[in-house]
């Protein structure tokens, strides 16, 4: 009866349906399957790569008033003034959502109607495009360019903005470690277009830089517990708007939704409060790993590490022979629409040990 219904069904064509697993993904499930090692460089999920959380942070989930509802558009008011002390921003700036990928697409539906473009950065985080066609709305890549650091490619840039209705920035990006600069914000004010910063990383610098642009004014900022507590299964995350008519509008919006649970809006300053041991535990090993590896490429902050490797083969290849001759799990650069090959992203997140035993067996090979 289900196979019935479902040639009966009409399914919308905002996404590739019937898209089919690439030859790295099907090369991991089959080893899995089959019981054989696999060293994984890709994880970036602290409770998976053994960060210790602080047992405080469950204690503030039994505050009794979680257990009330009183809805607010924007957030609780508590929720939203912790926030705005990090953020150094008045709090009816702030508006709370469950994640980041919700930040987006209110955001995408705030910005542009069905049909618009929106300029994000590439390479870069890979659900950018599933975000935005859920949303009906067009992705129009602009590139960094790699020379002893990345940068945006400001004259490749300027001509796309005619067909766009805003402009992404991730700051540091995802997975270049790369920073927004102050003299790339100005540039990007200059085409006249709302600009969203995605700072979720921004609190894991390897060192500082006074070029860079931090919680710029003007844009909209985007940042939440995911990655600046390591608590992506609490869903809460927030928009720092620009001015009160959008901070309005995306009331409206979230309005709709009511998506964030009242216990984690309770908890959210006292976990605020624990974040600095968090933090200090996850840059130690960010650090450690960062030490051990060579061949990669300049990186300012982030989780990752990008590595070259000899353009002998494609990087799929190189992909698909370390996980079968050495029983790596890296991953290709292609998987963030780098425009160039080979390249291999590793997470600086992973527990050291493994992280080594694995660029051991990568460097191996390609020697």
């Known amino acids: 009866m289900a196979t019935g219904l479902e040639d009966r069904l009409k399914y919308s064509r905002r996404l590739d349906w019937l898209s089919t697993e690439n030859r790295l993904t099907e090369a991991v499930r089959r080893r899995r399957a089959r019981g054989a090692e696999i060293l994984d460089l890709t994880g970036t999920n602290p409770a998976r790569a053994g960060i210790a959380h602080d047992p405080a942070i469950l204690d503030a989930l039994l505050a009794p008033a979680a257990l009330g509802y009183e809805p607010e558009s924007a957030g609780l008011r508590p929720a939203r003034e912790a926030i705005a002390r990090y953020e150094g921003v008045d709090p009816?700036?702030?508006?709370?959502t469950a994640s980041t990928s919700e930040a987006y697409s209110f955001?995408?539906?705030?910005l542009a109607d069905p049909g618009d473009g929106v300029l994000v950065p590439r390479p870069s985080y890979p659900l950018f495009e599933h975000l935005a066609r859920l949303e009906n709305v067009r992705i129009l890549p602009y590139p960094l360019r790699?020379?002893?650091g990345w940068w945006i490619d400001l004259p490749?840039?300027?001509p796309l903005a005619a067909r766009a209705c805003a402009v992404i920035a991730v700051s540091p990006n995802n997975p270049t470690g790369s920073y927004l600069k102050q003299s790339e914000f100005a540039a990007i004010q200059e085409l006249g277009l709302p600009v969203i910063v995605d700072e979720v990383f921004r609190d894991y610098s390897y060192f500082s830089d006074p070029r860079r642009c931090i919680r710029p004014q003007g844009a909209f900022i985007l940042n939440g517990f995911s990655k600046l507590l390591g608590l992506p299964q609490m869903k809460l995350g927030w928009i720092v708007t620009p001015d009160a008519g959008s901070m309005r509008r995306l009331e409206w919006i979230a309005d709709t939704y009511l998506s964030v649970s009242a216990p984690v809006q309770h908890a959210a300053a006292r976990w605020l409060d624990l974040?600095?041991?968090?933090?200090a535990r996850v840059m130690d090993r960010l650090r450690e790993n960062l030490r051990q590896t060579h061949g990669h490429l300049h990186v300012e902050g982030g989780w990752s590490a990008i590595l070259r490797l000899?353009?002998?083969?494609s990087e799929e290849d190189w992909a698909l022979d370390l996980l079968e001759s050495q029983g790596v799990l890296i991953q290709p650069g292609y998987f963030y629409d780098f425009e160039q090959e080979p390249f291999a992203v590793v997470s600086l997140l992973t527990p050291p040990e493994v992280f080594a035993e694995g660029l051991r067996?990568?460097?191996r090979l390609v020697n």
């Open 361 to 363: 067996r990568i460097w």
């Open 92 to 96: 009816d700036r702030v508006l709370l």
């Open 310 to 313: 000899p353009a002998t083969r």
């Open 107 to 110: 955001l995408f539906k705030l």
């Open 275 to 279: 974040r600095a041991g968090f933090h």
């Open 156 to 158: 490749a840039l300027r």
């Open 146 to 148: 790699y020379a002893e």
